[in-house]
């Protein structure tokens, strides 16, 4: 017997013509939905995201196919991917029965569906298939039986599982109806490679062969209504982020991580600045809520939500599609909240994790452009107290500006006014200038240059803040006029090199710099160290400790140094006892988006609750990266109660100690 089936059996050709005219009106009525939605987006300012488009597609395939970010966390996260990859096994196996029917049997008289392939055919849809309805089974007791904090659930989250259930029953329903007329008896080997199929078939076998033909066309038309009812649905649904959430791997920034749009601060035609509406946001902005499957991941990950702050950037997203749809003209700043715009860290936890490529940080930065340069507002007195020591003096703290250098004044290093020549310039920074304990940290690092035969410069009281901090405040014309000064002072002194202890600085200095005109290798020590190891000019005398390590926003998720700082810890003779939140996951200490300058009023404190992550692990020691995390984590030792539990060290301190 030949190992095939009939493609259309019991339903007939006659029923071709409705059936693709039918089709075509269900995907007219799916576009005349995306039509409508266009409007809304054009709401937002123009941003192209067209550009490189061949690397955009890319990505986008990888994303759609690959599902790294869906499946990366959460229990719902691989059931997901998992639904995504049979259904799209399903409609592409019903894409080849349609091309076989009306394409390669009337026009070339081909057979593809037959002999060993059909049988493959049928083993991978049925399991397929099988595999959908599990996922599906699994989602939905998550959703609606034992549903996680923070999942938001409606009414239509019920409508579009019944759809999607019924549409997968119907399908093996059909499937299982044929079979028990044309294989269960018939052909039963060939009925074994539908395993699924010839279970259901089983569910027929106690009615008539006509009786059975009748429910076949019954569920088929059904089937069939089903489906089409689906693609109607998608763009009046949140069906939608099937195809927004593919589009937003397609528009995703490929600028580097955490780049923020420079203001032209001399356009004397601007009159606004920072975003007050819907209007002042780009079209990205608006088509990101579309492309929210509301999974509350950046909820989860957001270091401010989680220790009870009035900020949740799956809601900011969602109010931003609200308003574009129904009061466009109303206060973006008064819907958000301005404690919920103050209270984030721009730690990136929220877009590293998001499935759908979702831009949350910038949107809350440029809110806080219009609350600072159009309200002249701030977090706090102390913040605008800092700011102004900043203008004044070149570093938040308000000490002169003339002492800035005063740390430096017994070690190896040399003045930059000088002239002499030197192999790199340390920019150190206002916390490794004038903090006390951050002073030794730039201490360590000349101690460990010194052994490998760096030459180290450093600007000394013409060193300035780099503007890091009151830029994630929204003080775009302060950050500015900061770093127009550094920039001129660097290229004057015709520097080569940059290494910076501050992956804040690191960050400014490497990339935002740029848009200013400093195009100069930028690098932090921890992969300046490395290199030196590798290279044979640093040689270290292992010690055996047990630490855990802290990952800095700035440095891991921004820029992707997650290795290096390890590599160098376990040089040194350590042993890492990982945190619950490392890596890639780690979770921010909340110095982060000028929190540095900010009183924590809201809330537990962000630090306390990652010094408890860190006393977690059983290890003694913490080892941090940055001034930020290092003078956050002494604090959070204290106020936490772990002192005598837990010891906070800076990287370069450890190294040194081991030369």
């Avoid at 005219?21 to 709401?43: D, E, H, N, T």
């Avoid at 014309?477 to 992956?503: D, H, N, S």
């Amino acid at each position: 017997m030949e190992v095939t089936r009939e493609i259309y059996w019991n339903i007939g050709h006659g029923v071709v013509l409705p059936m693709y005219s039918l089709s075509m009106a269900a995907f007219a009525c799916m576009a005349w939905g995306v039509w409508k939605r266009l409007p809304i987006y054009r709401q937002g300012k123009a941003l192209d995201r067209f550009d490189r488009y061949d690397e955009r597609v890319k990505r986008m395939i990888g994303e759609i196919f690959g599902q790294e970010k869906v499946a990366r966390v959460r229990a719902g996260g691989l059931p997901h991917s998992l639904f995504l990859w049979g259904g799209l096994t399903l409609f592409a196996g019903t894409l080849l029965v349609m091309l076989q029917a009306d394409f390669f049997t009337p026009l070339m008289g081909v057979n593809l569906l037959s002999g060993k392939f059909y049988k493959a055919f049928s083993l991978v849809l049925d399991l397929a298939g099988l595999t959908a309805l599990m996922t599906l089974g699994g989602l939905f007791c998550r959703r609606f039986v034992k549903k996680p904090e923070g999942l938001e659930t409606v009414d239509q989250d019920y409508i579009i599982h019944q759809l999607l259930f019924a549409i997968l029953i119907t399908g093996f329903l059909i499937e299982g109806a044929r079979m028990a007329v044309t294989e269960l008896s018939q052909n039963p080997d060939l009925a074994r490679f539908s395993p699924v199929g010839y279970l259901v078939a089983h569910l027929f076998t106690s009615f008539t062969e006509d009786s059975i033909r009748t429910m076949h066309k019954i569920f088929w038309w059904i089937h069939f209504a089903l489906v089409l009812g689906f693609f109607c649905a998608i763009p009046y649904s949140k069906l939608r982020h099937i195809v927004t959430t593919s589009l937003n791997a397609f528009f995703a920034p490929l600028e580097p991580k955490g780049a923020l749009a420079t203001i032209n601060m001399e356009d004397e035609n601007t009159e606004q600045f920072g975003a007050a509406a819907i209007g002042d946001l780009t079209w990205k902005d608006i088509f990101d809520a579309d492309a929210c499957t509301t999974c509350a991941r950046c909820e989860d990950r957001c270091p401010a939500h989680t220790t009870g702050k009035p900020l949740s950037p799956m809601k900011v997203i969602k109010q931003i599609g609200e308003l574009a749809k129904t009061t466009p003209d109303a206060s973006l700043i008064e819907t958000v909240g301005i404690d919920a715009i103050w209270s984030c860290t721009t730690c990136r936890a929220c877009q590293d994790i998001c499935p759908a490529n979702n831009e949350h940080v910038n949107k809350i930065l440029e809110m806080r452009r219009n609350v600072t340069l159009m309200e002249g507002a701030f977090p706090g007195e102390e913040v605008r107290t800092a700011v102004s020591n900043i203008e004044v003096n070149a570093n938040p703290f308000g000490l002169a500006f003339a002492a800035r250098g005063d740390w430096a004044a017994e070690l190896p290093v040399t003045l930059m006014e000088s002239g002499e020549a030197v192999d790199i310039l340390y920019f150190v920074g206002c916390y490794a200038s004038f903090d006390r304990r951050n002073r030794e940290v730039a201490a360590s690092f000349i101690k460990i240059c010194a052994t490998a035969g760096v030459r180290v410069g450093i600007l000394g009281k013409e060193e300035k803040c780099c503007g890091e901090p009151v830029r994630k405040l929204g003080n775009e014309y302060l950050y500015q006029m900061q770093a127009t000064e550094t920039i001129e002072l660097i290229k004057g002194y015709g520097v080569k090199r940059i290494v910076t202890t501050c992956p804040h600085c690191f960050n400014t200095l490497g990339r935002d710099y740029r848009d200013l005109g400093l195009d100069l290798p930028v690098e932090h020590y921890t992969t300046f160290l490395a290199g030196l190891l590798k290279g044979g000019r640093l040689a270290l005398t292992p010690e055996p400790f047990v630490a855990t390590y802290h990952d800095s926003c700035y440095l891991g998720r921004y820029m992707d140094i997650i290795d290096q700082p390890r590599s160098i810890i376990s040089a040194a003779g350590g042993r890492i006892q990982e945190m619950a939140q490392s890596g890639y996951d780690s979770f921010c200490c909340s110095a982060g988006g000028g929190r540095i300058l900010a009183e924590e009023k809201i809330g537990s404190k962000i630090s306390e609750k990652r010094v408890g992550m860190a006393r977690d692990t059983g290890a003694p020691l913490l080892i941090s990266n940055c001034p930020f995390c290092l003078a956050m984590f002494e604090d959070g030792i204290k106020t936490g109660g772990h002192e005598g539990e837990l010891v906070v060290k800076d990287l370069a301190e450890i190294v040194a100690a081991r030369l």
